[in-house]
């Protein structure tokens, strides 16, 4: 029966680094520091298993019992990013093969090829022991599978990925391979197979985009199989408690398939001051693993120091706002890394709570202030939801798509999602979901669909019925434009738009040197960006076009479009806006959509509206360290300061309010 | 009997990437281009040898065959850039080795060795099969060996490679190991052989230049023997149709060579709005390959985008200048890469005549006027050939021992021969021709000969005969500088040209930060450049000097001396100059051999002057965008737009005339 | 019974890459340059041991036999650094092996592993035989251990590397693997081994700093033995004649563990304008590797051009400064390098006294100078040594230390120890010893210990022992920080100082963007630097302190406190000091030890006072080519232009004065 409650706060916590003496005089600053809750174990499998099947987990109950009796919860971590020398020693294939054919080797983490079935075999009876273990441990609040996984590199090329590939394939193509050969048109330089048997992983040549998107996505689908082996075997063992593996700020991977078969988002990051804002953006997109808030599960207080210190001495105030947003985006725990920085090993020169030597770090008192304001906002946050009528589509299949085969070495997808499309949601106080294309949005009252160069046709027509009951829809630049295997279509410019919207695709012409020219149809002037798809209406919508370009034969067409369909509406975007003119886009639409928008400083302060089945009110947080005001909808009273407020409330930099209505 | 007559306009053609039934839409496209060539077959090896010994032709005739019925001439490459996957895995050893141990995969092009004996064998087999299918076919007008055909990276290293060079060097030095240990001064580093077998490929070491040198042209040898084998075994079976290789603007291989054994020089160039200019010298370079006109097979629509786009927007116009300047500069065909752009494979963001959906892209307007334009000016463009009384020695041998050895990291041999030597003549409306050092030169008037460091002794006594006879010769800098092995002389500076000349060489210093002043025979003042030969001059001669220095002992040395030998005169130049002094230079030797210059606005427009047994005339081309004039030396008529002109000609942007006589 | 005697000037010489009859003119040219020394046979094993055992050395005997008779005395260097291609065709293996994985070859030099036991005998029988021909030969001088000895990239990764690593580990954690374990808290990623037999050299993995320490200290340790093995066969046979290494500027290496079997220091440097006053430094150190004057093997006379000329065209004076450097800090020689640029093989670009083709470089006239200029001084050379007052520790463990851990990546060990500590001497006129830890101080009155990551107990006791009779130290920041194995302590932040000092470590903060502000205990304000380690002193003694500050806790620390102990003073330095904060610093520190400073254009002269049995006097060299003025102590005479002096000395751009009082 645990009584461990959210918000969760506290940090990770390595006991095995430190004389096991130091436990109680931890525990104390723990609780000194305002912490119910420590993530422990995650690198401990030489601890856990020294040798080949003997286990030691005496140590670890001690702790997780010290830690409970203490009032602090623990979230355990399956080791399997770190197997111990005496596995490498043992079987020196599980390790990754680079792509230039060297193998990794020991003294690191994350060096084994997630595909290889001794190194699997070993990760999954380390994982089952813990949850024989800790399954039934009323301490143990939830559990972390591996840490931070990824396809690093371009993946693993061992024997076994490599057959396993060839394998992959011929199950895909049904074991045609002319099918093959076909859909990724292989008569271009004559790279035509026979056999499957043929293929090999794509390296050491100029290889073509198709074997590259297949071989990206059947590297991050090694870690999500890798992952969900892992889950299964510890929902065996541990009843309702949640389990998750914490991911980082990088959508490579497919985190709504990740996720299908975890029970909760976990989530590590270390932006800085001029960043923090995607941070924000990352929540939006996080909170809609799972329905269920999530776990930030690392974060520094001071600042990233992995290889060596980069980043700035921060300012008073950004820990405090840096560790309120994911709670105030929807999430539940916010826990540091590091509670103690390492006296040796790696990462010497990370930021934590304490320094090595025990002495508090400068932001202690921060941490502390920041653990009295969760208690006292604690009900609201347990009792609302984020509230949003906005969705997004992020889906990984298009960072994938534009890494193997870019369209202009100017445009970088997630730079251009986030500046373009994201931050004038956040400008104008909005809050989005941010989606995989896989996800509902069905409740939401606008769509909006950028750089979705894969758009599968269920989903359009998904989409479309949805359009047709009412909903709005903002769709592209670079939208439709490749099929499944990242091919063009061959007789036809876009898969199914053109017919659907009832336009007419007429060139695509990059521009980086901004050389074109638009205007709205009101003839106000704007610029184009650096991608550009002209159209041509059949018949009225067109919102705006090309007024001046070097080349006449571009001259009048259409980079945005409306058509109205059903009792919904679609702008179609023909170019890579700037964030200014897509903030004129989103206010077209969301007055269409009759959503609220523009009720404060959005280009640093974040407004968050929750919803309960009691309460309500919203989140502000206080981004860029510059301060502003937000207009409320109703009076509120904020649960931290316990001011009221009619309608305007001024934040100082950094301020964190809670205002319930 | 062939109908097809030049100037040949059109584009590669992928059949094989596209539906059999596709063809004759793409013809009627072709029609509608104003096409009248088509260059297919390059990577095709895959569809016409399916399996080992299996060839298939059936398809290409029928292609060949609809072309050939619709008035489109056909050019057949041999596909052998591209050997097909069952050859790999039957023969793994045939692809390369990288400097670094990795062989290349199967997946790309160019991935064998050139001297792989395995590999060459199915390379001569496919190109002897096709020559039988197509030797006689009266629609075939040209063939084309392989494509773009280099030297990559630093070569290939397999045994194959490592085993021939050692022969290589053991004939080159007749069997006489301390001869090679003396010409490389291999006592240095003790790096002294005792045998050949002992010589590895340069790699894993820091290896001396000669070596370098040594085995770099070793490598580009490879090419040239590889085209040749195909080229012999074509001219079994082709008759009269001229076969060659298309190729790239980069001198790293000796032309001259290459071209020996070919019928006519094919050439591909992607050039963009700002080195526009740069494609002209290569055009007055690839003219002087063949006695004959030459092909322009490749060149772009709008972008270049093979991994992905990096080109710029090009302004209206520009098609129709980088179209003309191949035919205005000697050649009689202009094809475009790609006819319509790949819809998967690879290179999919390349630019094309048509979209993959066979939309026309934005430029189609500007190719059909070309192929207009064309039709107009085709008896004089048949019937007159470029005139030329320069000749500049751009030898392929320097740029290899600048890469080997170079002299002052701040000077750029392809660059500084550019900029200092070549582009000071098209500003003055002059027309050179650029020559291997093999090549002749004694019915050219004026003779220049820049950083040619090895000063064959044969070419030297070949030049001061022709100066005998009247020639000016303009020389250096670093021109003489080092003997064949690329090794400096042991007892005097230059090779010969102290004696030549009379003039004793006192210093070389490199000065980067341009510190050195001087000052022509007047008094008025220039810049001198990165690296400075200072001479002093037996007697009179001097034309200028150094006249400020950070160091006294270079006061007063000269950097331009002339010379009068017999009924001729040399310069030697020993600074390397700017674009503006070596305009001067320019002149004063053009006042000499009384060759008529500086008639427009050379910046940017080039002037082509052509003559035939009865047509003469001119070639303009705005290649800048700017416009401008130029003066006629007598009244003319112009081909295109019907316009007479009495001797000051306007151009607009990006203009082209062809003005008759 | 020779009869040179210093100061030595002269060359390297190669003679073997020369015709034999040339030797004559050489020597003529050598002595018309004033040359009574050269360099010789560092690189000539080919032709000393042509084959495997047969030795030539009549060819040597002759070439020292004639200097000898020209009064040229020889340097003999051991050609170790060049093993013949039959050794390395003979034992493949005795070859470096990358960290990649590939194994170095024949054609440059360095290319064998330090530890191989093959090549280690084949070392040291030729340096045997060279020694037994040429340990009694009166012309020879001295001798020269193999060349530019270091650690390139990171070492050898040869199976002997490996294998003795793991035995070096063994021993040195007396067999207890679990000691290692712990000595680098391999808690961490679960790293621990069980056995020695475990450990491979780190490669291929994100391996921890202890690791990646012992490995390049084992590294460097291999480079050290090899030397040491070289100079105890060579000992036996060369009597008093010194045996040293050509080291460079680079403290990689131990050189005072390096130095401790070698009779001489031998150093090579090719400073350019811009960092002339760099060289300064590296004589402050190389003065003390052993108590005798030092020789400078090799310097440029006009400029580098091993691979390519990039260094500029350096004005008049420059060389002469330039060689009058290491004359003036407490060395006896300046040979060049080269003496005659390499007419082929490797470096042909390489500046020299003369040019391949026998012709002088435009700097012979300095050259000739110079020598005479060392005649007339040469009783006052040596007559006299260099005077200092000031000891600064610069311990080639920090920069290892800093490379395998970085703190922060704006702070770069030896850029920072060179501007802020070294260089504010220079401008003060002061002339200190820098020293490794283990170097003896006790003479000095003044201690500087900067970035002493490490601090061993031993010294920690040592210098408080000597602060407490008198001395003053100047400690931090940066120091004490570590233990030996390159990690922090578990309950401290500081090893010792602490507690020593009576002070409170608070927090260390990076802070790149100098947002932090401090002043001095009188208010005036100063810029601190990238890194703080801030304090809180009990009691008195705080000289600077934090104002201003982006996060509240770190106002009001301490940055710079004072210590009296028992006579001595001890200054903690909390920040990287700026070049002027550390001035003043300097100026507090050396009015109490009583030194006197800044009589003098610091910036760009140094003043080196000199003092001998009978002679005194200062050696004043201009090195940054602006002139300017040093005020004298006593009256003096200045031995290269015979003036006089009272007080006020002016110096010309780049010029030398001997002022013998």
């Given at each position: 029966m645990s009584t461990f409650a959210p918000p969760y706060f506290g940090s990770d916590y390595y006991p095995e680094d430190w004389p096991a003496e130091q436990l109680?005089?931890?525990i104390a600053k723990m609780k000194e520091a305002g912490f119910n809750v420590a993530r422990i174990a995650e690198f401990a499998w030489s601890r856990m298993e020294p040798s080949d099947g003997v286990f030691e987990f005496g140590w670890l109950h001690r702790v997780v019992d010290e830690l409970g009796k203490a009032g602090i919860a623990t979230i355990l971590g399956t080791p399997t990013a770190t197997p111990p020398v005496w596995l490498l020693r043992k079987y020196p294939g599980v390790t990754?093969?680079?792509?230039?054919?060297?193998?990794l080797e020991h003294g690191g983490r994350r060096h084994c090829c997630f595909r290889n079935p001794i190194y699997l075999r070993y990760c999954l009876r380390i994982a089952e022991k813990m949850a024989?273990?800790?399954?039934?441990?009323?301490?143990v609040i939830g559990w972390q599978i591996d840490n931070e996984v990824y396809v690093h590199d371009r993946g693993c090329f061992c024997p076994v990925c490599a057959e396993q590939f060839r394998r992959h394939l011929e199950k895909k193509f049904n074991g045609d391979i002319d099918a093959l050969n076909r859909a990724w048109n292989l008569t271009v330089f004559s790279q035509e197979y026979s056999s499957f048997d043929e293929i090999n992983p794509?390296?050491?040549a100029w290889t073509n985009p198709h074997i590259n998107q297949e071989w990206i996505l059947f590297q991050q689908h090694a870690v999500i199989e890798f992952v969900h082996a892992q889950a299964d075997v510890l929902h065996r063992y541990v009843g309702s408690v949640p389990v998750g593996t914490d991911t980082m700020p990088y959508n490579g991977l497919d985190y709504a398939e990740l996720s299908s078969r975890l029970d909760i988002a976990e989530f590590n990051h270390y932006n800085t001051p001029n960043t923090l804002w995607e941070v924000i953006l990352w929540f939006d997109f996080v909170r809609n693993y799972r329905n269920r808030p999530f776990w930030n599960t690392e974060t520094q207080t001071t600042w990233n120091g992995s290889h060596i210190i980069s980043q700035t001495l921060k300012p008073e105030g950004y820990c405090t706002a840096n560790s309120w947003l994911p709670i105030a985006l929807g999430g539940e725990a916010n826990l540091y890394w590091l509670w103690r920085?390492?006296?040796?090993?790696h990462e010497l020169m990370h930021g934590a709570v304490l320094a090595a030597s025990g002495r508090p770090m400068h932001t202690f008192g921060e941490v502390q202030e920041i653990s009295r304001g969760l208690r006292k906002a604690a009900d609201f946050i347990n009792g609302t939801r984020v509230v949003s009528d906005i969705a997004v589509h992020y889906p990984s299949r298009s960072l994938n798509l534009f890494l193997v085969q870019g369209i202009h070495k100017e445009f970088h997808y997630t730079r251009c999602f986030a500046d373009s499309f994201y931050r004038p949601l956040l400008d104008e106080c909005c809050r989005p979901d941010l989606l995989e294309t896989s996800q509902d949005f069905s409740q939401h009252k606008l769509l909006v669909s950028p750089y979705v160069c894969y758009l599968e046709p269920e989903l359009a027509k998904r989409i479309l019925d949805w359009v047709a009951n009412g909903g709005i829809w903002i769709v592209g630049p670079m939208t439709d434009i490749r099929d499944e295997h990242g091919a063009k279509f061959q007789d036809r410019p876009l898969g199914c738009l053109e017919e659907l919207l009832n336009v007419r695709w007429c060139y695509s012409v990059p521009d980086a040197e901004l050389t074109l020219k638009c205007a709205w149809k009101d003839g106000s002037p704007f610029q184009s960006g650096v991608w550009n798809e002209l159209y041509e209406a059949n018949g009225d919508g067109v919102l705006a076009q090309i007024t001046q370009s070097?080349?006449?034969?571009?001259?009048?067409k259409a980079v945005l479009l409306e058509r109205k369909i059903g009792r919904g509406h679609v702008f179609l975007l023909g170019t890579t806006p700037s964030r200014e003119m897509m903030r004129k886009v989103y206010e077209r639409a969301?007055?269409?959509a009759g959503i609220p928008y523009g009720n404060g400083d959005g280009e640093n302060i974040v407004v968050v509206p929750r919803q309960g089945e009691k309460l309500s009110g919203q989140f502000l947080v206080e981004f860029a360290g510059q301060g502003g005001i937000v207009t409320l909808p109703k009076p509120g009273h904020d649960l931290?300061?316990?001011?009221?407020?009619?309608?305007?409330?001024?934040?100082?930099?950094?301020?964190?309010?809670?205002?319930?209505f």
């Open positions: 109680s005089e931890d990754k093969v680079l792509e230039q054919g060297n193998s024989q273990e800790f399954g039934n441990d009323p301490n794509p390296r050491n920085t390492h006296w040796g090993g070097p080349h006449s034969a571009l001259l009048g969301l007055d269409l931290l300061t316990g001011e009221d407020f009619d309608t305007t409330v001024p934040l100082a930099p950094y301020q964190v309010r809670v205002i319930q």
